[in-house]
């Protein structure tokens, strides 16, 4: 289950969140036209966002509520990515 949005006020968050929002329907209709291509620089677009949110961003904070929905943020990133990468073959 995704974080409960409510508790993602910080910008480098929000704007996480709403980016992977964006890349699931335009990814999941770029899947069944096979735009793959499309779909891996989509993918690639993410990795600012990623960076701002790791720079910016304490996932293990006190708040439990915002501990909760920044992992669960972070969650979503696996399973997101499914459809396009698969995360289980990759070693390490």
Not at 2 to 9: A, E, N, T
């Amino acid at each position: 289950q995704g974080p409960k949005s409510i508790f993602l006020v910080e910008p480098a968050e929000r704007a996480l969140y709403d980016e992977l929002q964006s890349f699931q329907r335009a990814a999941l209709q770029k899947i069944k036209d096979e735009r793959f291509e499309d779909v891996m620089s989509d993918m690639a677009h993410l990795r600012p966002l990623l960076d701002s949110f790791f720079s910016e961003i304490r996932v293990n904070v006190d708040d439990p509520e915002k501990r909760e929905a920044r992992i669960r943020l972070l969650g979503l990133i696996p399973w997101m990515l499914s459809p396009v990468a698969d995360f289980s073959q990759v070693e390490g």
